[in-house]
């Protein structure tokens, strides 16, 4: 559970993988997407899902009850993850476990700003970043946003956070301290990873998610005509754009759909940018970068077994499947049809 | 250091050379097939604890995986027989 010593991808993958053979697959889909929301619970309470259903069970009930299982599922097996690896291998699981990090300091940021209670914010929060319970319930005690930030001091969030501070008192919008978050954990993201090959196909593998998150933010803006800069919004470290190109193509909807089209990704993302052409739909496209970079990890599993790349490979379809099963209960919840929701998934 | 290395081997030979009597090139041999043989079950033998821990019935499935390296080293116990 340390960044020391040598790492043990052996123990950690033999687990993984045998966690993978429990996420669900398209029988298992087509099966939920017509049940209730009841069934559903029910469902999850026959498979993996057993205990969190359980404990939670008392307290919530019907869709709220699924979403919150889902959670603390996701929450207890990354968190898992990161018990059982040691040395190199902590260091880069934890890289992108950090993304719950952020995301729990901006619920919690986000909950504080509008005086939501404690309680409402703790079941919001997916504990599985590298936070241990004591910050995470300093985090909650935590009544202004002030001290927010001197809990998260002595982290990678502190020096970042304690600027945009400052911004945030002069505006009072949250936008510079959740800017200042997500930059911290993306600059983390792909800072001094080690030179080996399975850590090359991880390297390109989160370049890639990070050029589809620069081109699905460019697209929203470019479409909703918003007199934002979109230079605010660029993450840097993919390879598809840099911060100039962005704000020049973020202008013009098909300008940027021509410059994906004759990118690296082309491939993967071609049929949805038609679709995007002619539909004028945003969904699609985001669909398939989720599908493109569910086909990468997918292959990442399999090239180097025994390296991080498999790991890295199931946090994301465990990720998929919760992802999968939210859509299923809140589209049942909402009266979808078994049709409609189908094409909400993205299963490969 | 490399002198001494050297100067070492040079008294190791002169002195009627160990390394090239038969049964202890053989030991040696042995012992480098026990090493190697002890490396390749580090990895499996943590794979295996690691897939028991997730399901109990794969005991008997990991005890022979993690033992199988150890036909290297009775292959090299040949060696010992055949000097």
Do not use: C
Request: hydrophobic share 45%; charged share 25%; no cysteine.
């Amino acid at each position: 559970m340390s960044a020391a010593g040598s790492s043990n991808p052996e123990f950690v993958v033999a687990r993984v993988r045998a966690r993978r053979g429990q996420l669900y697959g398209d029988e298992e889909y087509r099966k939920l997407v017509r049940m209730t929301p009841a069934e559903i619970a029910r469902f999850m309470e026959e498979s993996s899902y057993e205990a969190e259903i359980n404990a939670l069970g008392s307290r919530h009930g019907g869709v709220d009850l699924i979403e919150y299982a889902l959670n603390a599922n996701l929450a207890k097996q990354f968190e898992g993850i990161l018990d059982w690896s040691e040395g190199a291998l902590y260091d880069l699981i934890a890289r992108y476990l950090r993304k719950f990090d952020a995301w729990n300091v901006k619920t919690m940021i986000r909950g504080v700003y509008t005086d939501a209670s404690q309680d409402e914010i703790e079941v919001d929060l997916i504990r599985a970043g590298e936070f241990d319970d004591r910050r995470i319930r300093r985090l909650l005690e935590a009544d202004s946003i002030d001290a927010v930030v001197e809990v998260l001091e002595d982290t990678i969030y502190g020096d970042p956070l304690r600027e945009a501070y400052t911004a945030y008192e002069e505006s009072d919008t949250l936008v510079p301290l959740e800017n200042a978050i997500d930059r911290v954990f993306y600059e983390r993201l792909l800072e001094n990873l080690p030179g080996s090959e399975p850590v090359r196909q991880y390297e390109a593998f989160l370049k890639a998610e990070v050029d589809f998150r620069n081109a699905t933010n460019a697209l929203r803006l470019a479409r909703s005509g918003a007199e934002i800069d979109p230079a605010e919004y660029f993450i840097e470290g993919g390879e598809l754009f840099t911060r100039d190109t962005l704000a020049r193509l973020a202008r013009n909807v098909d300008e940027l759909v021509e410059y994906i089209g004759e990118s690296a990704y082309a491939d993967q993302l071609g049929p949805a940018l038609r679709e995007l052409e002619e539909a004028d739909s945003l969904i699609a496209f985001e669909h398939a970068t989720d599908a493109a970079l569910l086909a990468y990890g997918d292959r990442l599993g399999t090239v180097h077994p025994v390296s991080v790349t498999p790991v890295i490979s199931y946090i994301l379809a465990k990720e998929r499947e919760v992802e999968n099963i939210r859509a299923i209960a809140r589209g049942k919840e909402a009266g979808l049809s078994a049709d409609e929701i189908e094409s909400e998934l993205v299963i490969t | 250091m490399l002198e001494a290395t050297n100067a070492l081997g040079n008294a190791v030979l002169s002195t009627g050379g160990t390394l090239t009597d038969p049964s202890a090139a053989a030991a040696l041999a042995v012992g480098l097939a026990a090493l190697g043989a002890g490396y390749a079950e580090r990895g499996i033998g943590s794979a295996a604890v690691g897939a028991m821990a997730e399901d109990d019935d794969l005991f008997v499935n990991g005890l022979i995986l993690t033992v199988l390296p150890e036909t290297i080293v009775i292959l090299a116990l040949v060696v010992v027989f055949i000097v």
